[in-house]
C-alpha cells in the first residue's frame, strides 16, 4: 500500500469517527437535547417540597442570565416570591380577582389566595419594554426572556426538579402591579414554578418538525 493510500484510508477512518460520534447523524440522542424532550410543564398544585436549595436558585438565574440578548439590555428581570411574602402575594390575588368581579365569593377568594401558596419557588418574569434602547424592538425583548425562562425551565428538569410557567388575569391588575413594584414599560409576563413533582403527568404530543418548518 502507497503512503499516499494510507492516508487517504487514515482520514477516512477519521471522517467516519467524527460522524459516528455526531449524535445527530449516528442517530443517537444527545443528552442536552434528551433533557429538552423530556422536558413538560408541571403546574404549581402539583410542586411540592422540598424545592431548589439557594444554590441550586442561583445557578437557575445564571442559566437566564445565558439568554440570547441583542444589545446587551437584559431586557427583563425576576422578582421572587419567598414563603414570608406567599400571604401577600395571597392578598394581591384575592384584590385582582375583586377589580374584575365585584361579586367574588369567599370560596372564590380564598381559592385565589391558596394559588399563592404553591410551589417552593416561584418567581415573577417581568420583561422591560421601555423606550430605552428603543433599536431593540418589544418581540426581541420578549424573545430574550423566553429563552431566560427555558434555560430555567431546563435547568430545574437537569436538577431533576419540576417546572411550570403560569400566567393569568391577575397579573395585570393594581394589585401585582403595585406588589411587585412595577413599572410604566414593564410587563409581567409569567410566574414561574419549580418544586417536585407530587404527581407526574404524560408529556403532551409534540408538534412534527414537518408541520412548522419549510424551506425556500
Ligand atoms: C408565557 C407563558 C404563560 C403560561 N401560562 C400558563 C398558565 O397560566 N397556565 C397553564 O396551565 N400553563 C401556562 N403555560 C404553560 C403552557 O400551558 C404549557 O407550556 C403548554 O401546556 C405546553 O406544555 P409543555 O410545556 O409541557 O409543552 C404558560 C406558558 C407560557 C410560555
Avoid at 441550586?56 to 446587551?72: K, N, S, T, V
Avoid at 424592538?137 to 417546572?163: D, F, I, T
Wanted: glycine share 8%.
Amino acid at each position: 500500500m502507497t503512503s499516499e493510500s494510507m492516508e487517504l484510508r487514515r482520514e477516512i477512518a477519521q471522517g467516519e469517527a467524527r460522524l459516528t460520534s455526531d449524535p445527530l447523524v449516528a442517530g443517537a440522542v444527545h443528552p442536552c437535547l434528551d433533557l429538552m424532550r423530556s422536558r413538560r410543564q408541571t403546574s404549581p398544585k402539583r410542586l411540592v417540597d422540598p424545592g431548589p436549595s439557594e444554590k441550586q436558585i442561583h445557578a437557575l438565574f445564571e442559566a437566564a442570565a445565558q439568554a440570547p440578548d441583542h444589545g446587551r439590555i437584559r431586557p427583563w428581570r425576576f422578582v421572587r416570591v419567598g414563603a414570608a411574602a406567599r400571604p401577600d402575594l395571597g392578598e394581591a390575588f384575592a384584590s385582582a380577582l375583586r377589580e374584575r368581579d365585584a361579586l367574588a365569593g369567599p370560596t372564590q377568594l380564598r381559592d385565589a389566595r391558596d394559588k399563592a401558596l404553591r410551589s417552593p419557588f416561584l418567581a415573577l418574569a417581568i420583561a422591560r419594554l421601555d423606550d430605552a434602547h428603543a433599536e431593540i424592538p418589544a418581540a426581541e425583548r420578549c424573545v430574550s426572556l423566553g429563552c431566560a425562562l427555558q434555560n430555567m425551565l431546563l435547568g430545574a428538569h437537569a436538577l431533576g426538579y419540576g417546572a411550570g410557567l403560569v400566567s393569568g388575569q391577575a397579573l395585570h391588575s393594581r394589585a401585582l402591579l403595585d406588589l411587585f413594584g412595577i413599572e410604566a414599560g414593564e410587563l409581567a409576563v409569567c410566574f414561574i414554578a419549580v418544586g417536585t413533582v407530587s404527581q407526574d403527568k404524560p408529556t403532551r404530543a409534540r408538534p412534527a418538525p414537518r408541520d412548522f418548518v419549510s424551506s425556500l
